[in-house]
Nanobody
């Protein structure tokens, strides 16, 4: 029900935009978020966007990444700027409300130096 896109091979310093398309749910009725898992590491919360439009960012991406949603398109986005090698990871979209918790399949972002 969540499908990510926008990943790929990006040069260091690049600014890709990830997209999360929602099917069967309405994004503005869920607390949404982006998570990532780097090779050999655990899952990390990158950015979250509450139903009330409150955003929260991991310290490692604060000032570089921006999360938002487009209700008309029923999509959530993550603008990533000034990418670094440490940003290489599979990025996952998440939607949570009450007992409902949905994950996308993930999109790989590889940062090359």
């Amino acid at each position: 029900q969540l499908v990510e896109s926008g990943g790929g091979l990006v040069q260091a310093g690049g600014s890709p935009r990830l997209s999360c398309a929602a099917f069967g749910i309405t994004v503005n009725r869920y607390n949404m978020g982006w998570y990532r898992q780097a090779p050999g590491k655990g899952q990390e919360q990158v950015a979250t966007l509450s139903i009330g439009e409150i955003t929260n960012y991991a310290d490692s991406v604060k000032g570089r990444f921006t999360i938002w949603r487009d209700n008309a398109k029923n999509r959530m986005f993550l603008q990533m700027n000034s990418l670094q090698g440490e940003d290489t990871a599979v990025y996952y979209c998440n939607a949570v409300w009450s007992t409902r918790n949905y994950w996308g399949q993930g999109t790989l972002v590889t940062v090359s130096s």
